[in-house]
């Protein structure tokens, strides 16, 4: 049974609509994370939670906002999409002693 | 900062061949490396992960050694399956033992 589970899985948006991206994860895990990848640029860090109420910047967040309610619950949200967002979104959980990472399978979101 | 670095964009081998996929990394702190491998339109997945200096790791047919007197963490197989045809990372645990860096990933097809 899928530990991390993403949704949309697809999901085709306007310039400049608001988006928004949630993963849940039944891990158990306190930390929380939100990757986009890109061909040439492997798995980019957008934004991390380290549990219910926390977020942090990861090496992109510009143009991402990132909501953590609840330890299960981890969103990302674009306020004001750009084409320059589309691209594939993972989200992924991982313990305390960050030994692995598990991801979900991903929304392929496409900005218009 | 920290850093990861794969050499490689794409290998493509015949079924039966070795294979070694490059990474090497830049950090100030005691490094903690891993492998994560991507099979298409799958989430990646973690592959193997490193030990203490100059010791080998291996899961699944695959091995690495971490040295630190170079800096690398090398992924190596002594004969490719068509499965292993998928896109492999190679990541970095940050300082804070809740990040990782991940390289650009490199892409292995494995022909007949």
């Known amino acids: 049974e899928a530990a991390v589970t993403q949704s949309p899985r697809n999901k085709v948006a306007v310039t400049g609509g608001k988006v928004t991206l949630s993963c849940n994860q039944t891990n158990n895990h306190n930390n929380m994370y939100w990757y986009r990848q890109d061909t040439g640029h492997g798995l980019r860090l957008i934004h991390y939670?380290?549990?219910?109420?926390?977020?942090e910047k990861g090496d992109i967040p510009d143009g991402y906002k990132a909501s953590r309610p609840s330890q299960e619950n981890f969103s990302l949200i674009l306020e004001l999409a750009t084409p320059s967002q589309t691209s594939v979104y993972f989200c992924?959980?991982?313990?305390?002693?960050?030994?692995?990472?598990?991801f979900g399978p991903g929304t392929r979101l496409t900005v218009l | 900062g920290d850093s990861v670095t794969q050499t490689e964009g794409l290998v493509t081998l015949t079924k039966g061949l070795p294979v070694m996929l490059n990474c090497t990394y830049q950090?100030?702190?005691?490094?903690?490396l891993f492998w994560y491998v991507q099979h298409l339109n799958e989430a990646p997945k973690l592959l193997l992960k490193?030990?203490?200096?100059?010791k080998r790791t291996e899961h699944q047919g695959f091995y690495a050694t971490l040295h630190k007197s170079s800096s690398s963490f090398h992924l190596q197989k002594s004969s490719v399956q068509l499965s292993d045809s998928a896109l492999y990372f190679c990541?970095?645990?940050?300082?804070?033992?809740?990040?990782?860096?991940f390289g650009s990933g490199t892409k292995l097809t494995v022909e007949p």
């Open positions: 950090t100030t702190y005691s490094p903690f």
């Open positions: 939670s380290y549990g219910a109420g926390s977020t």
């Open positions: 990541a970095l645990r940050e300082s804070n033992y809740n990040v990782l860096y």
């Open positions: 992924a959980s991982g313990d305390a002693k960050g030994w692995e990472q598990y």
């Open positions: 490193s030990s203490t200096d100059n």
